[in-house]
């Protein structure tokens, strides 16, 4: 999945990975998805802001892994905002 707006450059990805879930030997392995996305956040003059990467363990699909990088991207900018102010 490749994400563009205008404020946002983004690209998920998917990992498969073999894992056996607890202590006992005997268990058997299972297939999980690994989900991360990365973004790079842009200012008003479209230069770059912000780099953000999301792992997600246990994740399906990019869709689950963006709302969570733009989320860190809007409480950078709100840090931002506080910051500016106590200057």
């Not at 999980?32 to 953000?52: C, I, M, Q, R, S």
């Not at 363990?57 to 969570?68: E, S, W």
Request: charged residues 25%; negative net charge; hydrophobic residues 40%.
């Amino acid at each position: 999945t490749f994400l563009k707006n205008e404020h946002m450059i983004g690209k998920s990805g998917t990992a498969e990975c073999l894992e056996t879930i607890g202590l006992l030997l005997g268990n058997p392995p299972y297939l999980y998805n690994h989900t991360w996305f990365g973004a790079v956040f842009l200012d008003e003059k479209e230069e770059p802001d912000l780099v953000v990467v999301v792992f997600l363990r246990y994740g399906k699909f990019g869709r689950q892994v963006a709302p969570l990088a733009s989320a860190i991207y809007e409480e950078w900018k709100h840090i931002l905002e506080v910051h500016k102010k106590l200057e």
